[in-house]
Structures are given as structure tokens and as C-alpha cells.
């Protein structure tokens, strides 16, 4: 070490990285692919569009899926998507499935 040569700091951020829990994600197998059209069905009114969007928000995983899995929509209604609904309303559960049936 030579007198008056500023030595490099120890960066501490590998240290922290390494700190992280380890995030699961959902094999590519088992995602949606986005990039291909996929036929949705069309909510019937817009009532239907309030109640997912509701279910949603408040958690109701079951109402959720049987909405996904009889070809809704998993981005109606448009204005407040449930992605961001079921965020918001802190349901990690219904978050999960909405990403898994490409919601964004």
C-alpha cells in the first residue's frame, strides 16, 4: 500500500445480494405464453366486470378463478384492473393466479 494513493472501497452490495431471500416464480411451462392471442370470452355486462374486480380486491380467490377458468378476462375492467385491485388490497394469493392466467 503506497502512502497518499486512495484505495478502492469494498463494495458491500455482493454481500447483500447474497442476504436475499430466494424468490420463486412459476416455471416458463407453466405461464401463459403473452405473445400469442389467446380467445378470451367477454364479460356479459358490466356488472360482471364490478364483481371480478371486487372479488379481487378482497381476495376471493375461488370467485376469481371460476371467473379465469370459464375465459374471462384476467385485465377487465380496464380502469382498475384486478392485478392492481387484488395488490392493493394485499391478497398475494389472487396476485399469483392473475399472473398466472397473464394478467398485467
Known amino acids: 500500500m503506497q502512502a497518499g494513493v486512495p484505495q478502492?472501497?469494498?463494495?458491500?452490495?455482493?454481500?447483500?445480494?447474497?442476504?436475499?431471500?430466494?424468490?420463486?416464480?412459476?416455471?416458463?411451462?407453466?405461464?401463459?405464453p403473452h405473445f400469442l392471442p389467446q380467445p378470451?370470452?367477454?364479460?356479459?355486462?358490466?356488472?360482471?366486470?364490478?364483481e371480478f374486480g371486487q372479488a379481487a380486491y378482497e381476495g376471493n380467490l375461488s370467485k376469481v378463478e371460476s371467473?379465469?377458468?370459464?375465459?374471462?378476462?384476467?385485465?377487465?375492467?380496464k380502469k382498475?384492473?384486478?392485478?392492481?385491485?387484488?395488490?392493493?388490497?394485499n391478497h398475494p394469493e389472487v396476485v399469483e393466479v392473475l399472473l398466472k392466467w397473464g394478467a398485467s
Open 67 to 77: 371467473y379465469l377458468a370459464s375465459g374471462g378476462d384476467p385485465d377487465m375492467p
Open 40 to 50: 378470451r370470452r367477454q364479460p356479459q355486462t358490466k356488472d360482471e366486470e364490478k
Open 8 to 32: 478502492p472501497a469494498v463494495d458491500p452490495l455482493p454481500a447483500m445480494i447474497k442476504q436475499l431471500p430466494a424468490v420463486s416464480l412459476p416455471a416458463v411451462s407453466q405461464r401463459r
Open 80 to 89: 382498475q384492473r384486478p392485478l392492481w385491485m387484488a395488490a392493493w388490497g
